[in-house]
C-alpha cells in the first residue's frame, strides 16, 4: 500500500493536478524512478519485456495494476501465455510448492518454537 501511495503522492507533485486522470498516470508514474508504463496489446507488451528483459536492462518485472478488478488476471491471461511462447515465462516447475522450487529444505513442525525461544 505505501508504494501505491507513494506512485500517487508523485503523479499528484509532479502533474500539479489535483485530481489525475488514468493518463496523468501513465505521463507522469514514471518521471524519476525506474518504472515503465507500457501500453498496448499483449504482443506489444511482451515485445517491450523482451526488449528491456534481453537488453539486460533489468533481470524481471513488478507488475503494477491499472485498473482494478481485473487488470493481473488480463496479464496472467494475455500476456503470459505470449511470453511463455517466447521462452522468457515458466511453463512449469519440478515442486508443487515455492519452498520445494527453491530448493529448501521442509523444517520440523513447531521448528519455529525452538527458534524463537534461542533468540531470547
Not at 506489444?44 to 488476471?73: K, Q, T, W
Not at 522450487?101 to 524463537?116: D, I, M
Amino acid at each position: 500500500m505505501q508504494g501505491m501511495l507513494g506512485i500517487r503522492d508523485g503523479v499528484l507533485r509532479t502533474s500539479g493536478k489535483t485530481n489525475p486522470s488514468t493518463r496523468d498516470f501513465i505521463t507522469f508514474s514514471g518521471r524519476g524512478q525506474v518504472q515503465d508504463a507500457m501500453v498496448g496489446g499483449p504482443k506489444e507488451i511482451a515485445d517491450r519485456l523482451e526488449e528491456m528483459f534481453e537488453g539486460r536492462g533489468c533481470d524481471g518485472f513488478v507488475v503494477a495494476a491499472s485498473y482494478v478488478p481485473g487488470s493481473y488476471a488480463d496479464f496472467v491471461d494475455h500476456v503470459v501465455p505470449e511470453l511463455q511462447k517466447r521462452g522468457l515465462f515458466h511453463k512449469d516447475y519440478a515442486g508443487t510448492t515455492l519452498r520445494e522450487n527453491l530448493g529448501l529444505k521442509r523444517p520440523a513442525a513447531g521448528a519455529w518454537k525452538t527458534r524463537a525461544q534461542a533468540a531470547e
